[in-house]
């Protein structure tokens, strides 16, 4: 991995200018997470702010952007309605300690358990969710509503292929906010569903009773953002690595995660995460160091200072087409093939975590049923052990454990022939079950009689095999 | 006497007509650098559909196999470069960091409808490589 010094001052030309384009890009999406979680815009801005600025010293991965995102303002709706922005303050606290806990104890190595059909599913599913928020901001709102949805679409599609210095998404916020102040037009704005303070965010304490019914409030909540931010940062990590060809200690990233909703949450911003489709922008425009993230955040943080009072008049519609695109961006257009071409259960481990997500509006619960669902697969498909025979001899395919070791023994016991040689070349002594199954097997055939031969045993088997027996190793 | 060649290859049909002229330009001492751009457009979907990182190299290295199989026929020598970047700029900035001698590329890629949009890559490298440019149809 590179120096400290190399992932801050490597690249600060590059750094410098990306991270300008991003904060441009964010500023719209910060607005819009905030107005998914119901929340003012300043909740998602500050968030924004806070989380890139502190990422940029004890994240794991330079070059990746990190703010209030699309999936963590999914998973705490519910809370807000309920109980209000304290509690949802306090819930960022408490998932920035488990994030903690979660790097110290090394979640690292657990993400390799997460199988690539539930991260499919979960980003196709957090793409449906991104759209179906947006539904309500123009269903019924008036044939202009759609004009400027419509206009956005255009904008924010064909233009990258002429300007690219400047996202598009910010130039359709330009034009068609200045567009509605010289007609006239009468459209829902930002300012109807929340304000912009124009002042950086300070330390508080969240107002919340400090007891034991808060916390059963706002745990379930809590593990949730955790497991979803860390998910996704994860994720967002390894999309980076591979674009940049180099690597980051996601254990760092998962420590420097929960760093920054830890103090996020006492700045009075919601829970936030590594985003995707930023860090892609981020990357593309040549950021490549931690002044990156960085700069991102204060710029963000300077733009609302002066521009805060401008925030407040960009139309709802102009909005919700950029959240339309950013659903178009964040759904893996790549999925219709790979339920073509991939395994059957890996295709229906990946529809059933989009299932699951949107009928429970919940991204946690369709992560955790889905990895269940693909390890139970996986021990299915590991546990079917193919025995050929041929005048007594059983060639073994395949690993035997505690799942195919009862399989092994019914079809070896049945053997008609009164000389028996099982072969194990072509598989592995796992565990007790394993061994036993061979004991088990060579008792019941010479209980009837026959003579039972056991070769081929790999020296990793042979050595389990004798340690479980207690035999010395020693030939 | 071109001595270090830089074949630009992404798997298709044309990238394989593209090193066997590769070859024909190539003496004993020449080195031809096979390079393959790993497409930031396409790292989202590539990474979310390999099981590993290790898994995604075996990939790329599947895509450019039909290519390295020719040049291994020949007996030339030959490595393989994997960039990551946009493919037009990446190889042009390569090529002129190495200061090769020539850069051999097939005419069309992989997907038709997007060159009709975006342009070809290989005419792109071709204006903007500091060397001469192979074009092979």
């Known amino acids: 991995m590179q120096s400290l010094k190399q992932q801050w001052f490597g690249n600060v030309r590059g750094d410098i200018l990306s991270g300008i384009v991003v904060a441009l890009a964010l500023i719209p999406e910060a607005i819009a997470f905030s107005i998914i979680a119901g929340v003012d815009p300043m909740v998602g801005l500050y968030a924004s702010f806070s989380i890139a600025v502190i990422i940029a010293f004890v994240g794991g991965r330079s070059g990746m952007i990190s703010a209030a995102t699309g999936a963590m303002a999914l998973v705490i709706v519910d809370l807000v309605v309920d109980h209000g922005l304290q509690y949802l303050l306090a819930a960022t606290i408490l998932t920035g300690i488990i994030q903690v806990l979660f790097g110290v104890f090394g979640i690292a190595k657990l993400m390799r358990f997460i199988p690539n059909a539930v991260m499919i599913g979960f980003v196709n599913a957090l793409a449906i969710l991104i759209f179906m928020a947006q539904v309500s901001h123009f269903l019924g709102e008036g044939y202009m509503t759609y004009v400027f949805i419509a206009v956005t679409l255009c904008i924010v599609c064909i233009l990258p292929r002429f300007i690219k210095a400047v996202p598009a998404p910010l130039i359709a916020i330009i034009v068609l906010t200045a567009i509605t102040f010289m007609f006239n037009i009468d459209l829902k704005t930002i300012g109807d569903l929340g304000s912009i303070t124009q002042s950086l965010p300070h330390f508080f304490i969240p107002d919340i009773p400090f007891n034991f019914d808060t916390l059963v409030i706002i745990f379930p909540y809590a593990l949730a953002l955790a497991l979803v931010g860390l998910m996704e940062s994860l994720m967002t990590a390894q999309i980076v690595d591979d674009m940049t060809d180099t690597k980051s200690n996601k254990n760092t990233e998962a420590r420097g995660q929960g760093i920054a909703n830890i103090i996020n949450g006492f700045f009075g911003g919601m829970a936030g995460c590594a985003m995707i489709g930023q860090s892609m922008i981020n990357v593309k425009s040549g950021g490549r160091g931690r002044l990156s993230t960085l700069v991102a955040g204060v710029f963000l943080m300077f733009l609302i200072l002066v521009l805060g009072n401008v925030v407040v008049d960009i139309p709802m519609p102009v909005l919700v087409g950029i959240m339309i695109m950013v659903s178009i961006g964040t759904f893996d257009w790549g999925s219709f093939k790979y339920l073509v071409k991939a395994p059957k259960s890996d295709a229906f481990v990946m529809l059933a975590t989009v299932a699951v997500v949107v009928y429970t509006d919940n991204l946690a619960i369709g992560v955790v049923l889905g990895v269940i669902l693909s390890s139970l697969f996986f021990v299915a498909s590991i546990s079917k052990v193919r025995i050929h025979q041929n005048n007594g001899t059983f060639i073994i395919e395949g690993p035997l454990f505690f799942a195919s070791a009862q399989n092994f023994v019914r079809t070896i016991e049945e053997a008609k022939e009164s000389n028996v040689t099982i072969d194990l070349s072509s598989s592995h002594l796992w565990d007790e079950s394993a061994v036993g199954a061979v004991l088990k097997v060579v008792m019941k055939l010479e209980e009837q009689g026959k003579t039972v031969k056991v070769i081929g045993m790999n020296p990793a088997s042979e050595k389990l095999y004798k340690q479980l027996l207690n035999v010395s190793s020693a030939h | ?137």
């Open chain 2, 1 to 137: 006497m071109y001595k270090h060649i830089l074949l630009a290859v992404d798997g298709s049909e044309n990238s394989v007509r593209a090193a066997k002229e590769a070859v024909k330009i190539a003496t004993e001492e020449s080195l031809i650098e096979m390079v393959y751009v790993a497409d930031f457009e396409k790292a989202k979907t590539e990474v979310l559909q390999a099981a590993s990182s290790e898994s995604l190299l075996l990939e790329r290295k599947r895509k450019v196999a039909p290519i390295e199989e020719v040049l291994k026929e020949t007996g030339k020598n030959y490595k393989l470069t994997i960039l990551h970047g946009t493919p037009g700029p990446e190889i042009v900035k390569y090529a002129n960091e190495k200061q090769v001698d020539v850069v051999v590329i097939g005419s069309r890629g992989l997907n038709g409808l997007q060159e009709m949009v975006l342009g070809s890559v290989s005419h792109k490298v071709m204006k903007r490589v500091q060397c001469p440019a192979l074009i092979v149809k």
